[in-house]
């Protein structure tokens, strides 16, 4: 998708519109989903529809003035840096909703008209990019609110389990080359020096953290780091907060409904110091991009 011409382009932005869209007909009683889905919208409209030098792409005066929205609130509801616990301030769901249809229509009739250079596609594709990021923060909402949205998940699927995987020194290329769609954070490719190292093949399952947390591990303080053991501390945590049970199979709420989790599932909704405290209880780290 990033180097996505006009006829796919057009395609994959309808296809994540009508996602968030069935995101929302789930969550449009959430403040907070409605604000996040809203921001998404208005960046695109920002960003193509009312930037007059899109064409430049990623070369375009970002400190211009935009053109006008196609909503006069927009700016004052979601010109602000995102918050996914933001208060709520925007518009009802019905008023989002046409946001969000009438915003993807002039985005369709600009891409229509354009060349398919990568300048000239560069917002649409940065477009695509945000959108697609608003359906796991979406994802992560409904967790939190505990509502029922497995419909739109895809099935879980158990591996076999796997040795670990062994890889000699080298040099990796990190990093993108130029072409496409680039995210600032890859650019650009470079060669990184790699020393010898093993890693899992798999994620850490849920039988795996519970013989940490059955172990006395969120108990010991050997195992997390500063910033962790106060972060533990404020939470009275004794289990990661969406399980229910460790002891005899593991029971956790998954989007509003108590299920059991397979031993051989790959841990989730846990926080990054719980990944750290379990690599250090483990005898492990987390590993670096490289």
């Known amino acids: 998708m990033r180097c996505a011409d006009r006829e796919l382009l057009s395609l994959a932005l309808m296809h994540v519109r009508n996602r968030s869209l069935a995101w929302l007909s789930l969550l449009d009683r959430v403040p907070a989903a409605r604000w996040t889905a809203g921001r998404t919208a208005w960046w695109q409209e920002r960003w193509i529809a009312r ?5 430049r792409g990623a070369a375009a005066d970002v400190t211009r003035a935009p053109l006008a929205s196609i909503e006069p609130l927009a700016d004052g509801w979601w010109d602000r840096a995102r918050h996914d616990d933001h208060d709520g301030a925007g518009p009802d769901p019905d008023v989002l909703r046409a946001y969000l249809a009438e915003t993807l229509e002039v985005t369709l ?21 945000e959108e697609d990021a608003l359906l796991l923060r979406l994802a992560a909402l409904a967790q ?3 509502i029922d949205v497995r419909r739109l998940l895809p099935e ?5 389990v796997r040795p670990p995987l ?3 020194a080298q040099r990796w290329r990190l990093g993108s080359s130029r072409g496409g769609f680039v995210p600032a954070a890859e650019q650009w ?4 020096p790699v020393p010898e190292f093993e890693i899992d093949a798999q994620a ?22 500063e910033d962790g053991a106060r ?10 907060r969406d399980v229910e049970q460790l002891r005899h199979g593991v029971l956790l709420q998954r989007f509003g409904q108590l299920v059991r989790a397979p031993a051989g599932e790959a841990a989730s909704m846990l926080g990054w110091y719980e990944a750290q405290a379990w690599c250090a209880w483990a005898g492990r780290r987390l590993p670096t991009e490289v």
């Open 109 to 129: 009739d600009l891409l229509a008209a354009t060349d398919d250079s990568d300048e000239a596609l560069h917002w649409y594709r940065a477009a695509l990019f």
């Open 204 to 225: 850490v399952t849920w039988q795996q953290f519970a013989e940490f947390a059955l172990d006395g591990g969120y108990d010991d303080v050997r195992w997390w780091s």
């Open 51 to 55: 930037n007059v030098q899109r064409s």
């Open 144 to 146: 939190r609110q505990r």
């Open 231 to 240: 972060w533990l501390q404020a939470d009275a945590r004794r289990t990661p």
């Open 156 to 160: 879980r699927v158990l591996r076999p």
């Open 189 to 192: 490719a470079h060669d990184e």
């Open 166 to 168: 062994r890889f000699a």
